[in-house]
């Protein structure tokens, strides 16, 4: 198959579109019973099954954060067939720096979000290392800790030195953000990301604070812009079909890759060739 429209962002080419992890994780945004199901049916030999037809559909890469069975299941693929995925990493929300991890439980049982995010985030560098180790070209800040970045007049503190712990790692720095002020913040040279995700739907969800100012910022964006929820968890109008919802998202202001969800091969089967086409119309 011919190779799939692709992007390369400081020397690393991925494909436009990229495997999304969140559901084969147990990060289903459905329900907590959801995400028990699939962590306990999920195990790192199917990921790998889907890894491995998604690479037959010509997708070369994932997105996922630090996680022990998306490493697992990469190293599986790489078995499979030959052919390692260009793992576009984020950081982990439920890591914390060594010694600190009771801490953090403690913080988020007793609802300090704030305080379990700051802890979460002091594990940068840690993390940073690790996913070199495991082979990851990039690392995105979490959304969960850029949401939440310490601001002082504009200015996100400490976000440029975060960008330059990820870089001193030998890996390409970027962020992942559900709101668009913030992702546009990032965007900014003096932070020196190099790759942004964000929500984009057609049907606005989690979209923040609305789809319109998302869109209106997303299309001033100088960095690429990796679209993520783009078939919004499944929580789209009814009469919103795959094909429509993967077309809108592919066509949105400043969107240069998707990175969808899939779970078994006949969703692979279904939704990129519809992202082949579409890219293939945009980029050429």
Known sequence: MAAFPSLTIEGVTISRAICGTNALLGYSHVSAGRDAWAREYFTAQRIARVFAHCQELGVNAVMGPLHTRLIEALDETARLTGQAMVWVATTAADRAPAGQLEALRAARAAGRSDEATAISRASLAEQAAELKAAGAPFCLLHGAWADSWPEDGGHLLGCAEAMAQIRAAGLVPGSSCHYAHRVAQLDEDAYGAA???????????????????????????????????????????????????????????????????????????????????AFAERYG
């Open 195 to 277: 790759v942004l995700a964000a929500p984009v739907n057609r049907d606005g969800w989690y979209m923040r604070p609305s789809q319109g100012e998302a869109l209106e910022r997303y299309a001033r964006l100088r960095r690429p812009l990796i679209a993520i929820k783009a078939l919004a968890c499944g929580k789209f109008e009814p009469e919103m079909d795959v094909a429509s919802n993967l077309r809108w998202a592919a066509a949105a202001p400043g969107v240069e890759a998707i990175a969808l969800g899939v779970m078994v091969e006949q969703e692979a089967d279904q939704s990129l060739p519809i992202l082949r086409a």
